[in-house]
């Protein structure tokens, strides 16, 4: 049996069809979007859905998403001369990054015992208007 692409077997069964065609038309929407929006915005948003001429975008912040909204009028224009059947666009804040809490927190390296006492003297020979001082009482303190 010789191998299919990926996009021949995509395009060969009736679910995994429609599916590979409606992500080809996110791609070629996510294009036109890069085209007519303001590229601090096409850089901050990007189209997450397509449904009955109703695009949907999602915005990284909700300062992206009013400034989205104020430009609705032209951006469905703008898609539809871009031959995008486009009739209405719905702006949603979903920022890409992880929320603070959800970060996997960083562990600081551990320092070794003579390390600490070398930098724990070195801050102490510093001047107190060093801007060294601080960082390195800071590193000196946090160490392990």
């Known amino acids: 049996m010789a191998a299919r692409s990926l ?3 995509l395009n060969s069964a009736g679910d995994l069809a429609r599916l590979s065609a409606h992500a080809g038309r996110l791609v070629k929407l996510q294009r036109v979007f890069e085209q ?3 590229s601090y915005l096409a850089a901050s948003s990007r189209v997450a859905n397509f449904k009955s001429g109703k695009v949907v975008i999602h915005a990284d912040s ?3 998403a009013a400034k989205l909204r104020q430009m609705l009028p032209s951006l469905v224009d703008e898609f539809s001369l871009k031959g995008a059947e486009v009739t209405e666009i719905q702006v ?12 996997n927190r ?5 320092v070794g015992a003579q390390a600490k006492t070398d930098l724990q003297r070195l801050s ?4 107190e208007e060093s801007p060294l001082k601080e ?10």
């Open 124 to 127: 102490e020979a510093l001047p």
């Open 7 to 9: 996009d021949a077997y």
């Open 135 to 144: 960082p390195l009482e800071r590193l000196v303190k946090r160490s392990r």
């Open 62 to 64: 909700g300062a992206v």
């Open 36 to 38: 007519i929006a303001p």
């Open 92 to 103: 949603k804040v979903q920022p890409t990054y992880a929320a603070p809490q959800h970060k």
């Open 106 to 110: 960083v562990i600081s390296p551990a």
